[in-house]
C-alpha cells in the first residue's frame, strides 16, 4: 500500500453482484501485461489481494473477497483466474491516498495534549 500522499492505483470491477477492486503498480506495468501475458502478474498487482465493496462503487469500504463472492462472480474461487480477470476487464483508477491522521508524539503522555 502507498504511504501518506503517494499515488494509489487500483483495478475496479463492477460486477454482477458485488463490486471487486484489485491494487496495482502503475499503469505502464498494467498495459505491458495486457499486451504480453508473459509479464509476471506479481509485477502488476501491488499485494495478492481482492477487495469486495459491497456494491458501493471504486470508493466504497474494502474488504477482502470471499470464496463463496468470487465464485458467484467469476465460476470459480481460484484467486488466480480472478485476478486475471479483474484485470482484463477492470477500469483503471489512480487518485491520491489520504494523508495519515494520527497522533504526531504520543509520548508525552495525555497531559501535553491537553494544555
Not at 496495482?24 to 502488476?44: A, E, G, I
Not at 488466480?80 to 494520527?102: A, T
Request: some cysteine; charged content about 25%; aromatic content about 8%.
Amino acid at each position: 500500500m502507498p504511504r501518506s500522499n503517494d499515488n494509489t492505483s487500483k483495478i475496479f470491477y463492477k460486477g454482477r453482484s458485488d463490486d471487486f477492486v484489485v491494487f496495482v503498480d502503475d499503469l505502464t506495468t498494467l498495459n505491458n501485461w495486457r499486451k504480453d501475458k508473459s509479464v509476471p502478474l506479481t509485477d502488476v498487482v501491488n499485494g495478492w489481494k481482492i477487495f469486495v465493496t459491497h456494491k458501493h462503487g471504486a470508493q466504497g469500504v474494502l474488504d477482502g473477497a470471499s470464496n463463496a463472492s468470487l465464485e458467484n462472480e467469476f465460476g470459480t474461487a481460484n484467486e488466480d483466474d480472478c485476478m486475471v480477470k479483474i484485470l482484463e476487464g477492470g477500469e483503471y483508477q489512480n487518485s491520491p491516498s489520504r494523508e495519515s491522521q494520527g497522533d504526531r508524539n504520543i509520548s508525552k503522555g495525555p497531559s501535553a495534549i491537553t494544555r
